[in-house]
């Protein structure tokens, strides 16, 4: 009788070992949730903090980050361009005064009613060649 009393302490014990094992498992990827949410909520702030810097010395003559300021320039300036291509390949423009997409057409805003100026798209303008240089390795920024 006592081989099978000791048998059942060793399941007993191993089974207690096995959830303790799994409640620790557990915990950690709790607390590995916690850290990559603290970590998320440091990278938000830091891209806060530049975007903010951005603009508050986006015209500075010598700002400390320049180059950066240059690089950011350039990809916004590349992205306006890429949007008219697809507004013109969609066959629509954008409102200046509220953003709506109007049919390339119209001679009003539909949704404001802001008169539309006439779109001079030009098909040879330079976006991809703007892209290119951003995406070129020399041009990021880390």
Same mark, same amino acid.
């Given at each position: 009788?006592?081989?099978? &009393?000791?048998?059942?302490?060793?399941? *007993?014990?191993? +089974?207690?070992?096995?959830?303790?094992?799994?409640?620790?498992? !557990? $915990?950690?990827? +709790?607390?590995? +949730?916690?850290?990559?949410?603290? &970590?998320?909520?440091?990278?938000?702030?830091?891209? $806060?903090?530049?975007?903010?810097?951005?603009?508050?010395?986006?015209?500075?003559?010598?700002?400390?980050?320049? &180059?950066?300021?240059?690089?950011?320039?350039?990809?916004?300036?590349?992205?306006?361009?890429?949007?008219?291509?697809? *507004?013109?390949?969609?066959? !629509?423009? !954008?409102?200046?005064?509220?953003?709506?997409?109007?049919?390339?057409?119209?001679?009003?805003?539909?949704?404001? +009613?802001?008169?539309?100026?006439? $779109?001079?798209?030009?098909?040879?303008? *330079?976006?991809?060649?703007?892209?290119?240089?951003?995406?070129?390795?020399?041009?990021?920024?880390?």
């Amino acid at each position: 009788m006592a081989f099978w &009393e000791n048998l059942g302490e060793t399941i *007993s014990a191993k +089974g207690k070992e096995v959830a303790d094992k799994a409640k620790n498992i !557990t $915990d950690i990827a +709790g607390l590995k +949730g916690q850290i990559a949410t603290c &970590e998320n909520t440091i990278k938000k702030n830091y891209k $806060d903090i530049g975007e903010a810097y951005y603009k508050a010395h986006k015209e500075d003559e010598q700002p400390e980050f320049a &180059e950066q300021i240059e690089a950011i320039k350039m990809a916004e300036t590349a992205i306006e361009e890429l949007k008219q291509k697809i *507004s013109h390949l969609k066959g !629509t423009k !954008t409102c200046a005064k509220c953003g709506a997409e109007v049919p390339y057409d119209a001679l009003f805003c539909p949704k404001c +009613g802001e008169k539309m100026e006439e $779109d001079f798209y030009d098909e040879d303008d *330079s976006a991809s060649e703007l892209t290119a240089d951003i995406i070129d390795e020399e041009d990021i920024v880390d």
